[in-house]
């Protein structure tokens, strides 16, 4: 009898330090190799604040990182379309219910005025939002319930291909801390249209109040599972577990897991400085960008003995944009000459270790409508040099450099190469510089940051080329923000200025039908044009390199930036 006693109250002592052991509180540090900036889902300008934002603000759905299928979050399930005929206008609706046990970080409800807040704030005239308002300019009308302030109606036009997806994967603001005088949101008022007058200054003030929200990271009020509890710019950003949080009921909801107490951002620009402060455990994961350093370190069996190396498709492509609208690149047959230069086998093979998979345009090549037909550009000096002469491009002083004449005035073909200075963009750029000299273009490199990159060269079309990532999504591709002639203005995504009437016809085809057979062959001719009038170099999509700390046990995914922090857990 006294040894089963022993044996029993062994046994729960095992039992109580297993529970211990999985409820631990404990931190996860990630690698940043920039300061992400803004992390504001409507205003910020690049990418890496996706990789803070996706813990703090939460959108009504999300495509799932396992299978990459649209999942509710902060709905009570994905609403189906119904089409519906208004004043002789074909629509779809949808019915959204929001999950009523929602509730912002200050503790007031999620409720559908804040959801009709946030759709007015994108469509205002005085709004910032840029990025958002193209995707939103088929929402036609939105009802809210008179009986349950958590059920609303939104319609779209009829053929929108991405209405469902709009209408779901849009993240939320608060109307009682942006508007508690219900400005934009009074019973009765109609949704925003293009042809919307001002109404007066108090509706100014909420917008410019609201846009002046652009860099506010501390006192942010939201739904996700993190609050944002200090920052260091260049330094650090530290996101703390919210307690009581409503989302703790939802933990089988994988964007509303908290499993560390705290996520952590380290901002250290050098990948060698990360590798080091890896080994003396000062970071759990690094994305790397130099598959070099990634495949020496797993071939290190000091160092992968505690650390898992994953590789897996990225939904983004490398490009060089070169300039359509002004100098000599807004010539077709000069753009397809320096398509001609970038030997982007080799980059793939020797810079990026064969980690990558080419592209011919915009699409992913796991896209269902990516054209498999079109071949990559090849690498061809001889071709380059054939077309620069076709484009009155010649050597004729034989200095070594191009030049064609224009009245009395005679320009050399000297092009200005804009890069971040990552090592990434210095090798291509390099290997750029060389080929193009050997055919008689001089390639000037100038290295700056990226939000200068943007706000003084392609938001005025103030370049010749730059190199850039571009990430896309699950959801189907709307390529008008970056390829229709309506955006090819200064400060738009269509920054390398590129229009043609003919991709535009397309591109409306495609967002304006449901039918995916009509949109898959739109989808293929748009790639055709795009291909030959190469208003970009498509370079590859990269695959995702990175290292997780073994001590975690975590998953990757294609889904954009590859992981989530918030449902790492300790390893058992």
Known sequence: MRISLIIFISLLLFACREEDKTTESFDVTIHLNRDPGQINPFYATTSLGREVYQYIFTP????????????????????????????????????????????????????????????????????EISAWKPYFAPMKKLEMSRTDSTALRVYFDADYMLSREVALTTFV???????????????????????????????????????ASVNAKTDVVQLGPYTLT??????????????????????????????????????????????????????DFIRFRSSKRFLELKEDSVFSAKWGFYTSQIMQYYYL???????????????????????????????DRGLGTRTIGHFNPTKSYYNNELEPISYDPEKAKSLLDQAGWKDDDGDGIREKKNGNVVNKLKLDFYITGSELSQKIALLFQEAAKSVGVEINIIAKNMSLIRRENLSNFNFDFAALAKGTDAAPDDPYSMWHSDNAIP????????????????????????????????????QELIYEDQPVIFLYSPLQKMIINSRLQAKTTAKRPGYLANSFDLAK
């Open 60 to 127: 009504l759905a999300d495509f799932h990182p396992d299978d990459l299928e649209l999942s509710p979050i902060l709905v009570e399930s994905l609403p189906e379309s119904i089409d519906t005929m208004i004043l002789g206008e074909s629509l779809v609706y949808y019915d959204i219910n929001l999950k009523d046990d929602a509730k912002w970080s200050d503790g007031k409800p999620l409720c559908a005025q804040d959801y009709f807040f946030t759709v007015q704030m994108i469509k205002h005239p005085l709004s």
């Open 230 to 283: 200090d920052f260091q710019t260049d330094e650090y950003i530290i996101l703390t577990a919210k307690e009581d949080y409503w989302g703790a009921d939802h933990s089988d909801n994988v964007f509303l897991q908290q499993n560390p107490q705290r996520i952590i951002f380290r901002i250290v620009p050098d990948e060698l400085s990360a590798i080091n402060m890896a080994r003396d455990g000062g970071l």
């Open 321 to 351: 944009a070169m300039n359509n609208q002004t100098g000599p690149l807004s010539d077709k047959l000069v753009r397809k000459a320096m398509s001609h230069l970038a030997d982007v086998d080799d980059y793939i093979d020797n810079i």
């Open 491 to 526: 400060g738009t995504a269509n920054n390398s200025g590129y229009a043609n009437p003919e991709a535009d016809r397309y591109i409306e085809l495609i967002r304006n039908t449901r039918l995916s057979s009509v949109r898959k062959e739109a989808y293929l001719k748009f």
């Open 173 to 211: 603001m608060p109307a009682h801390i942006y508007d508690p005088e219900g400005v934009l949101t009074l019973d009765g008022r109609a949704l925003i249209s293009e042809s919307y007058e001002i109404q007066d200054s108090a509706e100014i003030k909420v917008v410019e109040n609201t846009n």
